[in-house]
């Protein structure tokens, strides 16, 4: 049987303090989880000509054929995170770690199998999107 490789940008997601808030408010955050994944992440993945290959309960791998898209996408997501978690209180926002990277992948028909050193833990890139946004925020200020 042949295998299809090819470059892919891989996002990987999870949830921030995930195990706490589940042990708070299971029903309350398997909820929430389940809202902000159909009514934004899940439709900004789209948006961006990704799909989602995996899903960890409280994580995600999603598939972009381009790095830009991805990035469009995290960027997007965590704003709009921002903006939800606004008037939740803290002990219960639910916060995206995410991690993009840029490698060869076998492709099949809903997955993606990578060597596992190439997928990038989101805590590894924690705070780096936001650091991005703060700084591109700042720069086009100055315009």
Request: proline share 3%.
């Amino acid at each position: 049987m042949s295998q299809t490789r090819r470059l892919a940008a891989i996002l990987a997601a999870d949830v921030a303090g995930y195990s706490r808030l589940m042990g708070a408010d299971e029903e309350g955050t398997h909820e929430r989880l389940k809202r902000h994944l159909g009514e934004l992440i899940n439709p900004k993945i789209a948006e961006h000509r990704g799909r989602v290959v995996k899903n960890t309960g409280d994580g995600m791998l999603a598939e972009f054929s381009s790095v830009v898209d991805a990035v469009r996408c995290a960027a997007e997501v965590q704003r709009a995170m921002a903006d939800r978690n606004a008037e939740t209180p803290e002990d219960k926002r639910i916060t995206f770690r995410v991690g993009i990277n840029l490698g060869d992948v076998i492709a099949e028909p809903d997955d993606i199998s990578s060597n596992v050193k190439s997928i990038p833990s989101p805590s590894t890139y924690r705070g780096w999107l936001s650091r991005c946004t703060a700084a591109r925020s700042r720069t086009s200020s100055r315009r």
